[in-house]
């Protein structure tokens, strides 16, 4: 009697357990992709962006941090923050001058620097004379303006290291026209210092060859292109370096 209840348990186990709903097999875990990890690449303190190389949320940024930058979406802005920082492979080359600084003196990389905050101070002022015909005469209304074309004909000479010096008619001329360049564009951070570092090339060309010297003027004159200046301003910029040039070589024959 035992024995058959006991078997009788055991088919009624079977059968119950036969009856019940399998489970559902888990699937793996998902591997979740690694992001590479970008870098920026830093130029002697500046970092430089490279394609690639911006973050996924870049766009939730604060974009009054931007270059130090607030963002210009206002009306009449001639170009923007994002379109400030973007890459450009042409301008390859004219990046590549950066390198520069690594193997200058201190003295003359703090000179450059100078020139360079000079260009930030000129487009601070030329915002106030954007869309006006006559800059001289705007510069006879606002003595402020005057006095940054002044002082960054002052950093300018300061470069030179040669012998000869620039004319400073030759010097105020850049001056004048980065003025007029700053009232079209605004220029980020690292063009302008592209552009102290082409004059600061230009002052200091007694040992250029003509070809070197051209390269160097056609990455400055990009760099304005670039920013959606004038060709007819960025001409000039290009004459005015060529002058400075032919002052410290008379026979470099550009």
Known sequence: MKKTALIV?????TVCWSQQPM???APPPAVRPVPPINRPIVVNGDAVTVPGSEPDNM??????????FAPTNEPGATNSTAEA????????SAYALTNRLSVMAPAQVLVVRQVQAGLSS???????????????????????IQ????????????????DVKPSRDSVDRIS???????SHARLPHDHEMILAIVINLTCNSEKLSAADLNETVNNGVMILN???????????????????????QPNLGI
């Open 122 to 144: 000129l487009q601070e002022v030329a915002e106030k004379i954007s869309g006006q015909e006559s800059l001289l005469l705007a510069m006879q209304h606002n003595p402020q």
């Open 176 to 182: 004048l026209d980065l003025l007029r360049a700053g």
């Open 9 to 13: 348990t055991v088919l009624t186990t």
């Open 23 to 25: 489970q559902p097999i």
């Open 147 to 162: 006095h940054r074309v002044d002082e960054v004909g002052d950093h300018i000479m300061n470069l030179t290291r040669g």
């Open 85 to 92: 920082n973007a890459y450009i492979p042409e301008l390859a």
């Open 59 to 68: 766009m939730e940024t604060n974009p009054a941090e931007t270059n130090g």
């Open 226 to 248: 670039a920013n959606g200046v004038a060709p007819a301003i960025c001409n000039a910029f290009g004459c005015d370096l060529r002058s400075v040039a032919l002052e410290l």
